[in-house]
């Protein structure tokens, strides 16, 4: 059975810092690429940050993102975290985990699997 299960979602305050962490099972790792998608109350899917598949080895982050985020993806353990700094109110959105086979991060409609979720929320 494939599972992607997210954690580490939580209340911080502006400026502050998270990692989120999606552990995933029941398929081959180092073949799927995997990213994180966030939603944000009546607001479309957006992909936040997408890690390729090992021997692909890239990775790709949304422009309002771009050095604040970091994807890690860890082979050994089936683990993807995403390390979130300088948080802001807009960030504010479930973050969610997905998967796709030898995909090229183009577009969140491409995934094949996907976690339930895990909130973050970015509030004084």
């Known amino acids: 059975e494939v599972q992607l299960v997210e954690s580490g979602g939580a209340l911080v305050q502006p400026g502050g810092s998270l990692r989120l962490s999606c552990a995933a099972s029941g398929f081959t790792f180092d073949d799927y690429s995997i990213g994180w998608v966030r939603q944000a109350p009546g607001k479309e899917r957006e992909g936040v940050s997408c890690s390729t598949f090992s021997s692909d080895g890239k990775t790709y982050y949304l422009d309002s993102v771009k050095g604040r985020f970091t994807i890690s993806r860890d082979n050994a353990k089936n683990m993807v975290y995403l390390q979130m700094n300088t948080l802001k109110p807009e960030d504010t959105a479930v973050y969610y985990c997905?998967?796709?086979?030898?995909?090229?991060?183009?577009?969140?409609?491409?995934?094949?699997?996907w976690g339930q979720g895990t909130q973050v929320t970015v509030s004084s």
């Open positions: 997905a998967a796709e086979i030898l995909g090229r991060c183009q577009g969140v409609e491409d995934y094949d699997y």
